[in-house]
Nanobody, 127 residues
Framework: QMQLAESGGGLVQPGGSMRLSCSVS?????????IGWIRQAPGKAREAVAC????????VYSDSVQGRFTISRDSTRNVIYLQMFDLTPSDTGIYYC???????????????????WGQGTQVTVSS
């Protein structure tokens, strides 16, 4: 069982940056869990934007955020981050921290369905 809680959303101007945080209160050891960020924009399909790589692979990003977003973790505090740069209005949406037992791909061409979801945090990019 994973318990996830996002924070850090809000309003930002185009071209700005923002960092989202996901506090993982359970489990304490994330070595065998898959974790990523999914966003839901109004009128658009859900998009898995950033995930930790599995099986020794590099982290995975959707084409729309590649080079602008970075997923990272602070293992000592059990916090997952999504650093976002050069934001545009198309980045507006609700961002969810998601997870699943075992090491599976939550991003990419054939992503597995997350089992655990945070409550989501709204990101609005607007002038």
């Amino acid at each position: 069982q994973m318990q996830l809680a996002e924070s850090g959303g809000g309003l930002v101007q185009p071209g700005g940056s923002m960092r989202l945080s996901c506090s993982v209160s359970s489990p304490l050891n994330l070595d065998y869990y898959s974790i990523g960020w999914i966003r839901q924009a109004p009128g658009k399909a859900r998009e898995a934007v950033a995930c930790f790589g599995t099986g020794g692979r590099t982290n995975v990003y959707s084409d729309s955020v590649q080079g602008r977003f970075t997923i990272s973790r602070d293992s000592t505090r059990n916090v997952i981050y999504l650093q976002m740069f050069d934001l545009t209005p198309s980045d507006t949406g609700i961002y969810y921290c998601v997870g699943r037992d075992y090491l599976v791909d939550l991003c990419g061409d054939s992503p597995s369905e997350p089992r655990y979801w945070g409550q989501g945090t709204q990101v609005t990019v607007s002038s």
